[in-house]
Each structure stands twice: as C-alpha cells, then as structure tokens.
C-alpha cells in the first residue's frame, strides 16, 4: 500500500529546543492528520487539518496543511521530556482511504 | 462508548492456531479501519468496513484472515492457521463519517505466534 515519505526519521533533541517534521506524498488528500504513539499504546491524535493551507495549533504543537495538498508538517515548540514518541502524518483522501508515514522517533534529553 | 476498545490487549497463539481480536469503535461512528503494526512501526492497512459492509479490503491477506461488523456487537477479525510473520499489533480505528473526520485508534492487539 502507500506509504507516505515522513521525515526526519529520528531525532535527538535538548530539552526546551524547537521540533520539526515534515510529511510528503505523491497523492493529494482532503485530511491530514498528526498522532503521536507511546511505547505499548495506541496513536492518539494530536492535530487534525481539512483544508489547504489551513495552519492549526494545538498547545504547543503547530500543523499545517501545505498548499499542494500533497504534504504536511508538524512544529513542537520548547520540547519537554514527555514529548518522546512516535509522530506519525496520516492522509485521508476523497475514498476515505487512510494512508500513514513512516514515522518519527523523538528523543528529548533532559 | 467514547473510546475504541480492542480485546484482548495480548494474545499468543501456537504457529496454526486460529486467532481471533475485537474492536468495539466508538459510539456513532460507522466506519472501521484495521490495520497491522509490525517492528517497523510501519502502518499497514487491512481492511475497512462502512457500517456492517465492506468498504475495502484490498489489504486483507484472503487465504488465512477475514473479518466482520456485525449490528451490535463488536467487529472481529480472524486469523485461521497463525503463522509467525502474523506477530504484530493489529490496531482498529473508528471514524464518524465521509467529510470532515479524523480517525480514532484503539490501543491494539499485540498478537504473538510462537
């Protein structure tokens, strides 16, 4: 299936510094969606974005829809520990089909 | 209910035995989505259902796994014959409708064949 390309990978981070990462296909989708998984649980979401261009934040997190409709990103701002996890775009198109990125591992050190 | 709830949380099964996991999507929300995690953390779809229907299933492996939405109960899905590259975290989401939605995720099932 389709796998959209998710990047960076990992990352490794102090404490207090900003985050980015980034999400691009070669479809377009009508949804993007960020979800952050913990170790043993599910996605939760974080950020849901409907419409090109559309910029969201959400605390300290910051979405936004890029205007092709075929990428996305997400900023975390002034990481804190509990921010370690796995961050994952996922795109939904007009079939209601989810597609997800590959992920990417956040470490934050204290 | 207000959250997806997948049972059980573990379950291990002996290389051809039959496994069987539940998803109870959230209350109103007709769409079902499976999809199986394995070491990669990559997401891989299985198959979804619009209310007790098919929606797509062009994920679905046919020869060992099928799955159900029946009307009040939960969705299931079946494996026949587990093999060991079946061990993963088999997730579930729940999404209200077509438009604008998002997609809910149940803590999965992680199913290991030994």
């Known amino acids: 299936g389709q796998q959209l390309n998710q990047s960076p990978q990992s990352m490794f981070i102090q404490e207090g510094e900003d985050v980015s990462m980034n999400c691009t296909s070669s479809?377009?989708?009508?949804?993007w969606l960020w979800y952050k998984q913990d170790p043993g649980e599910g996605p939760v979401l974080l950020i849901a974005?409907?419409?090109?261009?559309e910029l969201t934040s959400n605390g300290r997190l910051t979405a936004q829809f890029g205007i092709t409709r075929k990428d996305s990103f997400l900023n975390i701002s002034a990481s804190i520990p509990s921010d370690v996890g796995i961050y994952f775009c996922a795109g939904r198109n007009t079939g209601n089909q989810f597609y997800f990125g590959t992920g990417t591992s956040l470490t934050v050190i204290p | 209910g207000e959250e997806v709830a997948q049972t059980p949380k573990h379950l291990v099964r002996g290389e051809g035995q039959k496994a069987k996991l539940y998803c109870a999507p959230i209350?109103?929300?007709?769409?079902v989505f499976w999809y199986q995690q394995v070491l990669k953390n990559e997401f891989k779809f299985l198959i979804s259902f619009q209310n007790e229907n098919v929606f797509d299933e062009t994920g679905m492996p046919k020869e060992r796994f099928s799955a159900k939405c029946l009307p009040n109960s939960p969705c299931s899905l079946e494996i026949q014959a587990t093999k060991l590259e079946d061990s993963a975290v088999y997730f579930c989401?729940?999404?209200?409708?077509?438009?604008?939605?998002?997609?809910?995720f149940g803590q999965g099932t992680r199913l290991t064949v030994v």
């Open positions: 479809s377009i989708f009508n949804t």
């Open positions: 209350k109103g929300h007709s769409y």
């Open positions: 989401a729940s999404t209200s409708r077509q438009g604008k939605t998002e997609a809910f």
């Open positions: 974005l409907y419409k090109a261009g």
